[in-house]
């Protein structure tokens, strides 16, 4: 149970330093804000009608952003399967300790 308490600890940090990196790091794009970190790029709709193609530095900076916007959602998984798991021995704790605390 330590080993998972850590892990979850260790991953809340992890999702915490991603989301305040991810809303420091600008590429350009109008569209993004601070309530708007954790859309991919290719979430947001153009305004313009007409196609035009984007200037490579920014396509990088938007793949990078995009990357990183994975991992934080790949991180957030691993936090809902770990606290999830934390539960479940917090509750295997519980329901043993109260077994063995009353005389049979």
Known sequence: MLGITLLLLLLSITCRFLSL???NIRTGDPNESDLTFWMFS???KSKNKEWKPENSGFLKRKRKRNA???AL???VFLIFLTFNSFIAH?????VEFEKFSYPV
């Not at 917090?90 to 519980?94: G, H, T, V, Y």
Request: charged share 20%.
């Open 42 to 44: 290719y979430d947001f």
């Open 68 to 70: 990183l916007i994975f």
């Open 90 to 94: 917090l509750l295997d704790f519980i």
């Open 73 to 75: 959602y790949i991180n």
């Open 21 to 23: 990196y991810i809303k």
